[in-house]
């Protein structure tokens, strides 16, 4: 367990270790949050989501376009990434997968293409890490850009979920990326930007220093219920917080409750159209 509160009068509080994602599991199910972060061995997960290969294919692509020689980076070469990159898990069958690849080249060849392949971002999959008297928050940005004087964290999108500025404003992960990363950098870092692939939208969000204030209080509040909860051990300290999400949580055949709620959904169901999965990225 890497987290505890001490809770002796006048003895220090230790601090809650943690990435913006275990916060988000443990405020969507803290059930789920024991499965990935308290069990061990964690207990085995279903089967890979095909949404998940094309967001994780995209975004090994992106990653490695960028470490090209500038002159390298074109839409082509981020196609041929792609390709190179592809994980084919959790598709119905060779034609979904094969149409899925090549939608995805065509994905990142035109978001390359919006791009100008001379602005070195200061950072490609970088991790940053904060402290604060009771976090110690860390986590790994897409991609952070230097614009004149400020850094900008930039977080890919694959899903079909279209975004709105609630989504970036509302994001707990991306203000405590900007906040890790002006830390980590020290360079001011208020913006955050979500580019969503299959649309080529930009959705931007300016922080203040009262936004992320509050989205610091925010974290600090969840690692507090949580690390309360690693302090009983108790399994009711982590209840199930059952709901339609649970038809794409990867632990669903270890939860009777979360089954009977919503019936795990096939794993290529997430590149539906009209279905948007909890991991949609
Ligand atoms: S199936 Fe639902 S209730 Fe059960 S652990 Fe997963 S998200 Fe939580």
Redesign the pocket.
């Known amino acids: 367990m890497s987290a505890t509160q001490l809770g002796f009068t006048g003895m220090p509080t230790r601090l809650f270790t943690c990435t913006p994602s275990r916060l988000t599991t443990w405020l ?2 803290p ?2 949050y024991k ?1 990935v972060y308290v069990d061990r061995p964690s207990p085995p997960k279903g089967a890979p989501w095909a949404h998940n290969s094309v967001g994780a294919s995209v975004h090994s692509a992106l990653a490695a376009w960028w470490s090209l020689p500038v002159e390298r980076r074109t839409p082509d070469a981020a196609a041929g990434l792609l390709r190179e990159k592809w994980i084919g898990l959790g598709f119905r069958d060779d034609a979904q997968e094969a149409e899925w690849r090549e939608r995805a080249a065509g994905m990142v060849a035109s978001y390359v293409e919006t791009l100008d392949p001379h602005a070195e971002p200061v950072g490609i999959e970088r991790t940053v890490a904060m402290r604060t008297d009771r976090l110690a928050v860390s986590g790994r940005i897409d991609r952070l850009d230097r614009r004149g004087d400020e850094l900008v964290v930039v977080d890919y999108k694959t899903g079909r979920h279209i975004l709105t500025t609630d989504d970036a404003r509302g994001s707990l992960a991306l203000a405590l990326y900007a906040l890790a990363a002006a830390r980590t950098m020290r360079r001011e870092c208020v913006k955050v930007e979500l580019h969503h692939l299959p649309t080529g939208a930009v959705i931007e969000w300016q922080h203040t220093d009262e936004t992320l204030a509050r989205h610091l209080g925010r974290a600090a509040d969840i690692a507090a219920e949580a690390a309360a909860a690693h302090a009983s051990g108790e399994d009711s300290a982590f209840p ?4 339609h ?2 038809g794409w ?1 990867d ?2 055949a ?2 009777p ?3 009977a ?1 919503k019936a795990a959904y096939a794993p290529w169901a997430g590149l539906a159209p009209d279905i948007t999965p909890s991991s949609d990225d």
């Open positions: 969507d199910c059930r789920r499965f199930p917080n059952p709901g999400m649970c949580c632990f669903s270890h939860c409750e979360g089954r709620a």
